[in-house]
């Protein structure tokens, strides 16, 4: 069998104490045959305080799950499972019951999560704490359009940009911005 990701619920809180845990027992030869690598995902966000202060944090985006790489060889994956599944916090993987084979996460979909940690390079992708409305005036802090003032004309909150309407010689002018390249007036 090949290496693959598969998913473990935790109760939410005991992520890092179940990654510890599996660390520990990665030590034993044998199990380290079967778990090859363990990751709770995390994420950078930028968060807006009520004093306009911004200030990133790194927070947990999959919060009561963990991901596991294994191998799940013919005749050596149940007692390593066994062992997880006994895991203080660790309630059993994704998609089965009782002693089954645990069902791997398609190769995109781990890509995309992978991305999203920081795990595998791509675009550096912020998210910012959603703090704005339409029609608020904002003024644009970064890029091209730095200093100018308009007002919020449309949010597309899963991309992070929105659209402001700013004033370019005498017109109003839609321009799409980074919400993290706003900021309130």
């Known amino acids: 069998m090949a290496r ?10 005991y992520e890092n104490k179940v990654e510890k ?3 520990s027992y990665m030590e034993d030869p044998e199990f380290s045959k079967t778990v090859l690598d363990i990751k709770v995902p995390t994420e950078e966000v930028t968060i807006e305080g009520k004093d306009g202060k911004k200030k990133n944090v790194v927070r947990k985006f999959l919060p009561g799950y963990v991901l596991l790489e294994m191998d799940l060889e013919e005749g050596v994956w149940l007692d ?7 895991i203080a916090g660790a ?7 009782g002693n089954e084979k645990p069902h791997p996460i398609p190769a995109d979909e781990i890509k ?5 940690a920081g795990e595998l ?23 091209p359009f730095d200093t ?8 597309n909150l899963e991309k992070g940009k929105a659209k402001v309407m700013v004033g370019i010689l005498g017109r109003f002018t839609p321009v ?3 919400l993290s390249q706003v900021e309130k007036i």
């Open 112 to 116: 995309t999560i992978l991305q999203r």
């Open 176 to 178: 799409e911005v980074e």
């Open 80 to 86: 390593s499972l066994r062992k997880i599944k006994k």
């Open 21 to 23: 845990f599996i660390r």
């Open 91 to 97: 309630s059993g993987f994704v998609g089965t019951k």
């Open 4 to 13: 693959e990701w598969y998913i473990l619920h935790t109760y939410s809180g």
């Open 148 to 155: 100018f003032v308009g007002k919020i004309d449309e949010l």
């Open 121 to 143: 390079k791509t675009n550096k992708h912020v998210m910012v704490k959603q703090t704005f409305e339409v029609g608020e005036t904002v003024k644009i802090v970064e890029g």
